[in-house]
């Protein structure tokens, strides 16, 4: 960054900024992902100890059952006992993306001294450093995926070492390419020449979004808290150890984000499948045998309810208070303006919580969970008006309150 804000003709003397850019954008890259599989690592060599005490198999099985979890996450799925599970955990996944965030700021301080400085930007000089940095920090990066599903694969287990591979790159340009964009002072300049009413209205987007997930955080905590017996008696039920408990606890921990997904697709209406002819939305739940696992005690009962339909009125209440809270950072003072940001944020936040969709589910096991996902398309169909509308509402209310001071001095 200091040859960004270096004033023209001024040599860069700050070697910190200037190191290898491939060397440092490559390195970057392993050392995000092999740092979040060495931390499973750990963990999967300490479960396997916390289970049986060693008792059973030796270490490297339980490194190996790693490696596999950590594939997971980038969507390799695997095969147990000849059964397709491709359910990701989306909490190790998080945890990977913000290893690779942190990273990926660093690598772009490091190399914000390369390429043309602020002046020579704005004058229209091209520039690549972000985006060779960003192809090499995805080749080092997948480079770890490829190699690690390469030793922890074999016949019986199957992971898909070309989707792995693919979501890492996926992972490394949708998150890593903006921290090191914004690590190099890049996107700064980008975003200065960005018309406002794009800020606006991606602002929109994020905050609806973000909103909408806490919301169903809370909804599905409550579910799960208001039943909270019925999944300490599933614990009871596999006649665990203590240690075999803690760590069948923390691996379901990583579905949370899974779960949270879930109710978000439940509020909207379209709900979601546990098993292969199951429905779980708020018109009607319909169920069949259920494994155990606790995190299904969030479940509704098995039916239909009188009130369960009103919670469908959550996500353009959510929609609405997320487009205002956005548009008091991008204020206007046009009604029509207004209403078109928080709109089009609505479509876009809805466009994102179907891409989550698409992730949050898949297989879950051999028979009927072979479905365990929400009904993509329905949640797309349905959060585009639901949220969309919201904004629309949501937009004006904030332009009134930004007009009050003018109406009140006119008055």
């Known amino acids: 960054m200091t040859s960004l804000l270096a004033p023209p003709g001024t040599p860069v003397t700050d070697l910190r900024h200037r190191r290898p850019l491939v060397a440092v954008a490559a390195l970057g890259g392993v050392v995000a992902a092999a740092s979040t599989l060495v931390v499973c690592l750990a963990l999967a060599v300490v479960g396997w100890f916390l289970a049986d005490a060693g008792a059973h198999g030796a270490p490297h099985d339980g490194l190996r059952v790693g490696t596999l979890g950590w594939l997971m996450a980038h969507g390799s799925g695997v095969h147990v006992q000849g059964a397709a599970v491709t359910v990701a955990p989306l909490g190790l996944t998080l945890l990977c993306g913000w290893v690779a965030w942190r990273v990926g700021l660093r690598v772009g301080d490091s190399v914000s001294g390369h390429g043309p400085d602020a002046d020579r930007l704005a004058d229209g000089e091209r520039d690549w450093t972000v985006p060779v940095a960003t192809l090499l920090f995805s080749v080092g990066y997948a480079l770890v995926v490829a190699v690690a599903s390469s030793l922890a694969g074999d016949p019986a287990t199957s992971p898909s070492t070309v989707r792995a591979v693919l979501c890492a790159v996926g992972l490394a340009v949708l998150v890593g390419g903006p921290a090191i964009a914004l690590g190099s002072g890049r996107l700064a300049i980008w975003a200065a020449v960005l018309p406002e009413p794009v800020k606006a209205v991606g602002a929109s987007a994020g905050r609806i979004l973000g909103w909408y997930l806490v919301v169903s955080a809370a909804a599905f905590l409550l579910a ?179 007009r009050r001071p003018a109406a009140a001095e006119e008055g």
């Open 224 to 402: 799960l808290l208001l039943d909270l017996a019925s999944a300490a008696n599933v614990l009871a039920q596999l006649h665990t150890s203590a240690g075999e408990t803690a760590t069948f606890v923390a691996l379901s921990s990583l579905l949370v984000p899974n779960a949270v997904v879930f109710a978000g697709s439940y509020l909207l209406g379209p709900g979601f499948a546990v098993g292969t002819g199951t429905v779980v939305a708020p018109s009607g739940v319909v169920l069949g045998a259920m494994p155990l696992f606790p995190l299904l005690a969030a479940l509704p009962d098995a039916g239909t309810s009188r009130w369960t339909p009103w919670l469908m009125a959550l996500p353009p209440v959510v929609a609405g208070w997320g487009a205002a809270r956005a548009q008091r950072r991008h204020p206007t003072l046009r009604w029509d303006e207004g209403a078109l940001r928080g709109g089009l944020g609505g479509i876009l936040a809805a466009v994102g919580l179907a891409l989550l969709a698409s992730l949050a589910g898949g297989a879950a096991g051999p028979g009927r969970m072979r479905e365990v996902s929400p009904f993509v398309l329905d949640v797309l169909v349905h959060a585009v008006p639901a949220l969309g509308v919201g904004g629309v509402l949501g937009g004006p209310l904030a332009t009134w309150w930004e």
